[in-house]
DNA sequence: CACTTTTTTAGAATCATTATAAACTGCAAA
DNA sequence: TTTGCAGTTTATAATGATTCTAAAAAAGTG
């Protein structure tokens, strides 16, 4: 399949497991934002054999670390992850709690003044929070 | 005392608690960012007696509800307050694990181009990470 | 196949936060 | 000033997302 390239050049073995959480996660048009708690039950649907929760902990670490994955500040009791890992800002539902992207012309450029001496940007986000 | 006015216009009983948090919190020149665990560290030096964690939790999400406070989004496993309730960005230092405000002027105008149908901007808020 | 290393897994542990429910307190009416 | 009550505090338990553990399974290597 055309995950087992991918993982095998990112050192990471291309289990069973990891391949079917790379077809939830990476096999669709669109990317999109999720929590490990929505990601379970879509692996749960997609899948027959069960995937340990601990398994999905780790992969989903696993790929934030190797950048298919990263996280998205809000503040939630879940850790919200997105597949789309270019450059760019959410809108944030407070009524649904959904996220939805930004695109960077949707925002235009960010100029970052000032300078922290011995620090360097690592990266620039929006957030903005919406309401009825 | 100085704060019994402001709980009390807020609906608040200016409670022997509620007051000592107001001086830990707003009683000082430049407003700061921290975590429940922080303050109740600083609690702990400021007062003889001991406020319950269960009250200070209470009363930062009283005080969050009334505006005096804000919540700050970042991915931790802790959240972050902040006592300024002001239109403002951050930097985030992801070594020290720390927050600094930037002011508007360091930032500039954001100019959000998308709408979405039935909903309100409510804020905007620019989250800048900062690497060695 | 034989061997090493990585990965998976069930279950336990952690820990920030929230819920509970009994005691206490601020405050206004009597 | 007393009384009554809603609002508040508190110790403690519960919750729940996430991480840890350590043993079993699977993958890679030759
Ligand atoms: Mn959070
Ligand atoms: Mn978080
Ligand atoms: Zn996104
Ligand atoms: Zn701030």
Redesign the pocket.
């Known amino acids: 399949m055309k995950y087992i390239e991918k993982l095998?050049n990112s050192g990471?073995?291309?289990?069973?497991?990891?391949l079917q959480i790379c077809e939830v996660l990476f096999n669709r048009d669109k990317t999109f934002h999720f929590?490990?708690?929505e990601l379970e039950q879509r692996i749960k649907k997609h899948t027959d054999?069960?995937?340990?929760?601990?398994?999905i902990?780790?992969?989903i670490?696993a790929f934030e670390k190797k950048g298919y994955l990263k996280q998205i500040p809000i503040n939630s009791?879940?850790?919200y992850f997105d597949t789309n890992v270019t450059d760019h800002h959410h809108f944030y539902d407070l009524k649904d709690e959904k996220l939805i992207d930004l695109e960077k012309s949707d925002v235009g450029p960010i100029n970052i003044l000032r300078k922290i001496d011995g620090k360097k940007i690592k990266s620039v986000e929006v957030l903005v929070k919406l309401e009825d």
Request: proline share 4%; net charge positive; charged share 20%.
């Open positions: 095998r990471l073995r291309p289990t069973k497991q990891r929590t490990i708690n054999n069960k995937i340990s929760l601990a398994t902990y780790n992969t670490h009791n879940q850790t």
